[in-house]
Structures are given as structure tokens and as C-alpha cells.
């Protein structure tokens, strides 16, 4: 029985995973899942899975969940702290699905007690990358990507070497607008950016496809991975979103990892790894789509590229500093504050302002200080957002 928690538990990818164990409830052993304001779903699935605890993040849910759950033998916690203690509870296998930098902690601790840390949050590595892989080298946790091009190129290097990696390439579908003009993409609601053409996701990973702030965080994500150099990075545009990633060897071989657009395959690989199990998910007939098309990204379309490639340049806890001025971005154009291309002109004057701060960036990387740094960078980009409405 391989012992699993689901930290994101009612979202999207937690929904995916519950998916998968749910089909061999046998081969599980449900510890801990944690979720939001959905209490139902949350219960639902801690009854169903009959897991050990079952934790929301918000503390004024905890009694209703204490309602949901009368009579099941399912323990209840609530807040932030109740989570990341969840995470000390041992296990083998840990999906981090969390949406945000609110991911970061849980994750380190599940990793502190030794864990497989299946990871989807990919701002973990984009606001903390030294600090996560340095804790899974310190208590010998191994972390499997779960992002769907982070899983493909971890497949195509399965007994390759590094030093014969001369590129990687990752796709982008372009999301919801990728062929609108800049004039319609500036008046865009967040409910047509929260539209997928391929991809069924969460609400804020399905806006930062549009405005390719996605590409941006995976462009880090990829190099902090993988260990590569940012030069070898590459985008490319793929609006069918069957080709996930490509490895370019020093011999000329390009290796593609092609499949359906469903993470249950990602999830599914980190899950049985380093076996592969059958997996309930489309298989692709190649004759009948016919083509695969691919383009370079326009950079003026998707300013939020440039930016991940500063960042990268600036390291440090520049990473922190990007990821939680595009978190506020995205909260103030749902919220109606901002439009749709002026996330990334707050971000880039967050960025410029406290990357200027020597001390600030160059700081050493802790929980604490990528926390406080975190903090800062939200009270800025709520400044900025505030003098751009006045
Ligand atoms: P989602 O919005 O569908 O679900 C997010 C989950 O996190 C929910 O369970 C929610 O309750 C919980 N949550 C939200 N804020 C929280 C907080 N402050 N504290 C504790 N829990 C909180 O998101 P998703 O689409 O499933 O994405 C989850 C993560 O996986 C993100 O980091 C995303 O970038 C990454 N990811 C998602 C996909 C996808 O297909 N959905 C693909 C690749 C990577
Ligand atoms: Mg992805």
C-alpha cells in the first residue's frame, strides 16, 4: 500500500489525482487531503477515500467541515499552519497541488519527512528553486515534475545525460487568445481569458496561459529543474497542445514527448514512477488530426517571457518577487482592477523597483525570507495597481 496526501485536494490537478487513486482504492492508503472553500467536495472525497485527516485552509470553514464529516473517523483541521502540520504526517507519495506560493510550505515539509514530492505547484520552484531541491537532497526526498512539459522532458532524459542536452523546448497552446489583435486582448474580461482551448484547468492558471505568464513561471521552473541554462531554453507556440516538450541532443536528435492534453498522464507518470501503468487517458490518432503546427511566440504579444528571462538573469529572490507581483496582478484583473495587458507592466514595476535593492535580492533563501519577500512584493504591486486607477 504506498501511502499518499493530496495538498490541493479539490482543485483541478488534486480532482485529477483523486481520479486515479480512486480507480485501485487498494494499492492506497489516503493520509491527508486538504482543499479551500469547497467543504463538500472535500468531505465527499476524505468519506470516499476514508483518509486520515482532511484539513481546509480557511478557519472559519472548520466547523462546517466538522459537520461534513460527523461520524466518518476522518480527523478535521483548518488554516494555513493545520496544512504544512498535515504535511509532517508520514507518507510516501505527496501531490503538491496547491494553487500559488501558498504551496511552498506544505511542500518542504512533506519533503523534511522524506517524501516523494509529486510537484504541480510549480511556483515552488519559481519562488524558492535552491531552497526546494536543496531540501530534497538534505532529507533524500525525490521530487517528480507534474507540470505536463516538466513531466515530458523528465521522460525524453530517462538514461540520457545532461551534458548532451543542447536545448529544450517547451510548448505553449497560446491559450485563450492566441489569435486576437494586442487592441481586442487589451479590453479582454477575465472570463475570456478563463477559457481554455485545450486544457481544462483552474481559474488562475487558465488566465496566465492567455497572458503566457504560465510559459513564464515553467521557463524558470525549467531551469531550476533541470539545472540547464536559461540560453537553452526555448518556447515554441503549439496550438494543438499534443507535443508537451522537446530535448535537442548534442547529435541533432530532437526527442518530443507527444499525447492528449490531460494531466492524468503527468500525474499518472509520477505516480506509478519509474514504472509506467496503464493510464485512463486518450490515445492519440495520429492520421486522423493530421498536422501539428508550431510558431515562434510574438515577444510583443507576450511580454511576461522577456520578464522570466530577467528574472532568471537577476536570480536570487528576484523568483519570489515575480511570482507574487503576478499573483496580485492576476487578483486585481479578476477583480476588475487592472485589464488584461497591464498585469505584466505592474509586475515589470515591481520588479524594477525591488530588484534595484541589492540587499533585498541577494539575501540568503529561506522559508522566512522568501515569505517576506513574498509580502513586500504584494503590498508593491497593490501600490502600483492603485496609482495606475487614479
Ligand atoms: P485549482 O485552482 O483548480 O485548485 C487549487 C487548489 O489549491 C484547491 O484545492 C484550493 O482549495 C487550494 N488552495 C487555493 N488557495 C489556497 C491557499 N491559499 N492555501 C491552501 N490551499 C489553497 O488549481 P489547479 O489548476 O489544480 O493548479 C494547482 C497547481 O498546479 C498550480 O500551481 C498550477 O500552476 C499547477 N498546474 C496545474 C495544471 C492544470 O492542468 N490544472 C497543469 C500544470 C500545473
Ligand atoms: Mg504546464
Redesign the pocket.
Known amino acids: 500500500m504506498k501511502r499518499v496526501s493530496i495538498f490541493g485536494a479539490t482543485g483541478s490537478i488534486g480532482q485529477s489525482t483523486i481520479d486515479l487513486i480512486a480507480r485501485n482504492p487498494d494499492s492506497y492508503d489516503v493520509v491527508a487531503l486538504t482543499g479551500g472553500h469547497n467543504i463538500a467536495r472535500l468531505a465527499a472525497d476524505a468519506r470516499a477515500l476514508n483518509a486520515q485527516v482532511a484539513v481546509t485552509a480557511h478557519e472559519t470553514l472548520l466547523e462546517d467541515l466538522r459537520t461534513a464529516l460527523d461520524g466518518s473517523g476522518v480527523a478535521v483541521a483548518a488554516g494555513q499552519a493545520a496544512i504544512v502540520e498535515a504535511a509532517s504526517r508520514p507518507v510516501d507519495w505527496v501531490m503538491s497541488a496547491i494553487v500559488g506560493s501558498a504551496g511552498l510550505a506544505p511542500g518542504l515539509r512533506a519533503m523534511e519527512q522524506g517524501a516523494t514530492l509529486a510537484l504541480a505547484n510549480k511556483e515552488s520552484l519559481v519562488t524558492a528553486g535552491s531552497l526546494v531541491l536543496q531540501t530534497a537532497q538534505t532529507h533524500g526526498a525525490r521530487i517528480l515534475p507534474v ?3 516538466h513531466s515530458a522532458i523528465f521522460q525524453a532524459l530517462v538514461g540520457e545525460d545532461m551534458a548532451a542536452v543542447e536545448r529544450i523546448i517547451i510548448t505553449a497552446s497560446g491559450g485563450a487568445f492566441r489569435d486576437w489583435p494586442l487592441d481586442k486582448m487589451r479590453a479582454a474580461t477575465p472570463e475570456q481569458a478563463a477559457t481554455h482551448p485545450n486544457w481544462d484547468m483552474g481559474q488562475r492558471i487558465t488566465i496566465d496561459s492567455a497572458s503566457m505568464f ?1 510559459k513564464s513561471l ?1 521557463i524558470i521552473e525549467t531551469k531550476e529543474f533541470f539545472g540547464c541554462d536559461p540560453a537553452q531554453i526555448e518556447v515554441l507556440v503549439h496550438p494543438e497542445s499534443m507535443v508537451h516538450a522537446l530535448v535537442g541532443f548534442n547529435d541533432g536528435a530532437l526527442m518530443a514527448h507527444v499525447g492528449a492534453p490531460d494531466m492524468r498522464h503527468a500525474i499518472g507518470y509520477a505516480l506509478h514512477w519509474p514504472d509506467r501503468r496503464d493510464l485512463p487517458v486518450a490515445r492519440l490518432d495520429l492520421a486522423q488530426i493530421g498536422q501539428l503546427t508550431f510558431q515562434n511566440p510574438n515577444p510583443e504579444r507576450y511580454p511576461a517571457l522577456r520578464l522570466a528571462r530577467e528574472v532568471m538573469e537577476t536570480g536570487g529572490l528576484s523568483g519570489a518577487i515575480f511570482n507574487a507581483a503576478k499573483e496580485k496582478a492576476l487578483d486585481g484583473f479578476i477583480e476588475g482592477r487592472i485589464g488584461f495587458l497591464q498585469m505584466a507592466d505592474v509586475v515589470e514595476q515591481v520588479l524594477d523597483d525591488l530588484c534595484a535593492d541589492n540587499g533585498l535580492i541577494n539575501a540568503e533563501m529561506t522559508l522566512d525570507t522568501v515569505t517576506q519577500t513574498d509580502h513586500l512584493a504584494r503590498i508593491r504591486a497593490d501600490e502600483v495597481m492603485c496609482a495606475k486607477q487614479t
Open positions: 507540470d505536463s512539459e504560465n515553467e
